[in-house]
């Protein structure tokens, strides 16, 4: 189970995958509230639906009959979609490289090239419809990788460590992150962590 990166459908020799449903709704949610889209709307109502049904079966899955009628609904949901969104620009003369597509465009394709992996969950009882837990047990670890990915050298290292401790510093002082950084931004973070150092310093009572 993962949330659609490239790299995971390499591995062809499982019997399965399982996208995300809780990654899916997740992003046909910001869709529904950022363009209103009727067709992400029928869309997160389709997997709902489907992940309610299969966790009320007594197999986890679905019928044989069960999953056609969610194909069905699923394809038309995806051809009214594909009327509903723009049209993409043209790329212009001379330039090179990939015509720039809206989120829920991408999502939209996504959906339709991966189907199988979309609906596996109501055809494999070993297919659950989020991956959740599991998520949450390694999120850390997965953090740690890609931090530890971007210090190619000493200097990113200690810009790293500089900038995580100046944000939680700020948070001891009660400011929200985005505020720290836009006094950081600002040229102001050094006035505003002075009293905070001098009042944590050794010796100070």
Not at 79 to 96: F, M
Request: charged share 20%.
């Amino acid at each position: 189970m993962h949330d659609c990166c490239a790299a995971y459908f390499v591995y062809d020799q499982f019997s399965h995958q399982q996208l995300c449903g809780s990654h899916l709704l997740r992003e046909l949610t910001s869709i529904v509230h950022s363009n209103g889209f009727r067709w992400a709307r029928l869309m997160k109502m389709l997997l709902r639906e489907a992940c309610h049904r299969v966790n009320k079966s007594d197999g986890k899955t679905l019928t044989a009959a069960e999953r056609r009628a969610v194909r069905r609904r699923d394809r038309t949901i995806l051809a009214q979609g594909s009327n509903e969104l723009p049209e993409i620009p043209p790329r212009p003369k001379g330039k090179r490289g990939r015509v720039a597509k809206s989120d829920a465009r991408n999502l939209h394709e996504r959906l339709a090239i991966h189907e199988q992996s979309v609906l596996c969950f109501t055809a494999n009882p070993d297919a659950s419809f989020t991956n959740n837990a599991g998520e949450q047990k390694i999120r850390m670890s997965k953090v740690k990788i890609k931090v530890s990915g971007c210090f190619r050298t000493q200097l990113l290292a200690k810009a790293w460590c500089r900038a995580s401790s100046y944000l939680n510093s700020m948070a001891a002082l009660g400011c929200n992150p985005l505020v720290a950084i836009q006094i950081a931004l600002a040229g102001d973070a050094a006035a505003m962590i002075a009293p905070h150092q001098a009042q944590t310093a050794p010796g100070k009572a």
